[in-house]
């Protein structure tokens, strides 16, 4: 939302959610970087696939590799992690089996809430992806992907993954799946989003889309926002933005209508103030703000993989 009055700022609002949480100067929040990679950053860094991780059942390795993972994350500068991928694999043409831990949502459960324990214990967001269902790579775009099953199976396996990375783990946020479980889209989802994670798990962290280009056509973000999702990764040009404008005079937001009306919206300024108070608690308790540490400086030059080359 922008003031009335004022023209939007894309260069700005394009920057949120993208690999990248937005600086807030009022309150003393700096812009934070996110890294991609289910089990890296961005192609760097590079473990073995996560199903080997997994076929250790070595959690105590898990850990350690996440606290590794968190270590590179405060000297690379990165505030966030997409991953690690934690999919059930529910078959073996997914395209996708080699970012995500197992076929059992327990045992790759306690591999995964491992890895996020460790990488969370650095002040390291977690963004365990993708929630939930991502079977396919082809036609992988939100519109085509739709997934059955039973509430029972959905809770007992594909979504026990996220659960213990959530709970155990510690997991500071999720991305969203291009999925369509029933028919709905995930980003949109409120029994999945808000009834599963928030009501039944109790994990109030912040949720980013996967790349918004697939995303368009399927959702849109006022539906988001109630839903539970917070950001877009936005993927240039496709871009879209809230509805509405700030309205100081109404401590509320204004949404014009399309025959030339506008009405102050108090449930949406509601979810929209909703998805930044967890996204600002979250980054709050990260590399973020230091872990703490405002004046915190680091000392020795820029960090390069091959310091860590033994």
Not at 116 to 125: R, T
Not at 246 to 267: F, K, P
């Amino acid at each position: 939302c922008r003031p009335r009055g004022h023209e939007p700022r894309r260069t700005h609002h394009l920057q949120l959610g993208g690999y990248s949480t937005v600086a807030v100067e009022s309150i003393g929040k700096e812009k934070a970087a996110d890294l991609d990679g289910p089990n890296n950053f961005t192609g760097t860094y590079a473990w073995c696939d996560e199903t080997t991780i997994a076929s250790t059942w070595n959690t105590t390795l898990a850990e350690r590799e996440g606290r590794i993972m968190g270590c590179f994350g405060m000297f690379s500068d990165a505030t966030g992690w997409y991953g690690p991928g934690m999919d059930v694999h529910r078959s073996p043409f997914s395209g996708r089996n080699n970012e995500y831990y197992s076929q059992d949502g327990v045992q790759g459960g306690y591999i995964a809430a491992a890895v996020v324990k460790g990488a969370e214990s650095k002040g390291l967001i977690c963004y365990i992806k993708h929630l939930a269902f991502n079977d396919q790579e082809t036609c992988r775009d939100g519109k085509v992907q739709f997934v059955w099953a039973s509430e029972q199976a959905l809770r007992e396996n594909y979504l026990k993954m996220f659960q213990m990375a959530a709970q155990e783990g510690g997991a500071s946020g999720a991305m969203t799946g291009y999925a369509r479980i029933g028919g709905i889209p995930n980003t949109s989802n409120h029994n999945l989003l808000t009834g599963i994670l928030q009501d039944e798990w109790g994990w109030f962290g912040y949720l980013v889309t996967d790349g918004y280009i697939g995303w368009q056509d399927a959702t849109e973000l006022d539906m988001m926002v109630r839903g539970g999702n917070s950001l877009q990764l936005y993927t240039t040009p496709f871009v879209e933005f809230l509805s509405g404008e700030w309205d100081a005079d109404a401590n509320s937001v204004r949404i014009d209508t399309a025959d030339g009306e506008s009405y102050i919206s108090d449930l949406q300024y509601f979810y929209v103030r909703k998805s930044a108070q967890a996204i600002l608690h979250e980054t709050a308790n990260s590399t973020n703000a230091k872990n703490g540490f405002s004046g915190l400086t680091l000392q020795g030059g820029a960090f390069t993989a091959d310091q860590f080359v033994a």
